[in-house]
């Protein structure tokens, strides 16, 4: 029974339902990057999902790119995660932390004035990037990583790993896509090093590979997911060969025993990435990337995905899960709120109605 309203157990994550909401960063976790009481009613509002990723949260100060978003490295913000997953856990929902370092895709103004900005490579994102109010700014320049530095970067991410679980939150998945600081090590474009972190494909997953094991040796390798989205120009991203990097970095990671693979599935030149990655990935995947009720049921009939996820149609409704069960008509965005408000201001974010 593969249906969409079906039961699943991808690793140690056993969900009442295959449809997952997406990571979506909503830029208002409060002062000191602590996500507020109004943060948890949203994500209680949409805990019928079969599982929530929660919204991209920086491992470090350094890996804080965008203002107000969330972390996990400091008490009070774990004290604000464990009030959201209590929430969701409250309505029988799921929740897994997105670990989201930004590496280079950072503005100075947004994070701690002692927070540096590194990449694997001093090489600037050329485009512009949300600073304080929202306002677009062009990125920092980072620093190059020391080769010595890197298990240290690794470390921080076990360390939001366990806050995460600490916090009540059931996993972790590893940002690997949109630009952010593991792609970068990745993308041919954005990794010029000459250590064992750069050079070839089997070089630049290292440090996706590494970490990934690091948070399965931490808390369960059936607790941790990671993301990937091949192709994607994000972020002034320019991989040379986006099959060759993707399918070295499924075969380096596909015998940790992970959770899943979650996929946001792109136009790639010659190939269907859906197609790559399960011929290169025995574990399970969640599919994503402008699905409907239709699209998502085909992929999972065709046993293409053993989940699928969603990201728009959950901001505007939070009972996403029953309007695909009854057939109900779906509630439209509004693209002016996405980013804005802050404290306790509702509007655009937790005041988006249920069906009666
Ligand atoms: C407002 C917004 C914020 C997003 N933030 C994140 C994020 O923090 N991490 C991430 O991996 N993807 C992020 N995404 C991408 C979504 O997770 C998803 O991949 C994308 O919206 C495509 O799925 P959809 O067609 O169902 O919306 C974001 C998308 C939106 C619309």
Redesign the pocket.
């Known amino acids: 029974m593969t249906g969409i309203f079906s039961p699943v157990r991808l690793g140690d994550l056993q969900l009442s339902n295959r449809i997952v909401m997406?990571?979506?960063?909503?830029d208002r976790a409060g002062p000191g990057d602590v996500p507020t009481a109004l943060m948890a009613e949203y994500y209680r509002q949409r805990a019928s999902a079969g599982l929530i990723?929660t919204?991209?949260t920086q491992p470090s100060p350094a890996g804080k790119g965008y203002w107000r978003t969330p972390g996990i490295h400091s008490s009070a913000q774990i004290e604000g995660w464990a009030r959201v997953a209590a929430a969701v856990h409250g309505e029988g929902g799921k929740l897994v932390m997105?670990l989201?370092h930004c590496g280079r895709a950072s503005v100075k103004a947004n994070k701690d004035p002692d927070a540096e900005t590194v990449a694997p490579s001093a090489i600037r994102c050329p485009d512009p990037i949300p600073g304080p109010d929202g306002v677009p700014v062009q990125p920092d320049l980072p620093r190059a990583l020391e080769t010595a530095e890197i298990a240290g970067v690794i470390a921080e991410y076990v360390t939001a790993a366990k806050n995460a679980r600490a916090a009540g939150i059931d996993g972790v998945e590893l940002?690997c896509?949109?630009g952010y600081l593991p792609m970068q090590f990745l993308s041919t474009n954005t990794n010029h090093r000459t250590d064992q972190y750069g050079g070839d494909a089997g070089n630049r997953v290292r440090f996706a590979v590494e970490t990934l094991a690091a948070l399965a040796a931490a808390i369960g390798a059936g607790r941790v997911g990671f993301?990937i989205c091949p192709g994607v120009k994000f972020n002034g991203m320019a991989d040379a060969d986006p099959v060759e990097t993707y399918t070295t970095l499924l075969r380096a990671a596909d015998g940790l025993g992970l959770a899943y693979l979650h996929l946001?599935h792109i136009p790639l030149d010659g190939i269907d990435a859906l197609e790559m990655v399960r011929a290169n990935w025995h574990g399970a995947v969640i599919e994503?990337?402008?699905?409907t009720l239709q699209s998502a049921s085909a992929v999972l009939a065709a046993a293409k995905a053993e989940a699928v996820?969603?990201?728009?149609?959950f901001?505007a409704n939070p009972d996403f899960v029953a309007r695909l069960k009854s057939g109900a008509a779906l509630a439209a965005a509004n693209p002016a709120t996405?980013?804005t408000g802050s404290g306790d201001d509702q509007r655009g974010y937790t005041d988006y109605p249920m069906l009666g």
Do not use: C, D, K
């Not at 997406?22 to 909503?26: G, V």
């Not at 994503?288 to 699905?291: Q, S, W």
């Not at 996820?309 to 149609?313: I, K, L, Y």
């Open positions: 997406a990571p979506m960063t909503r990723v919204e991209g997105q989201m940002h896509a949109s993301r946001i994503n990337g402008g699905l996820s969603f990201g728009r149609p901001i996405i980013y």
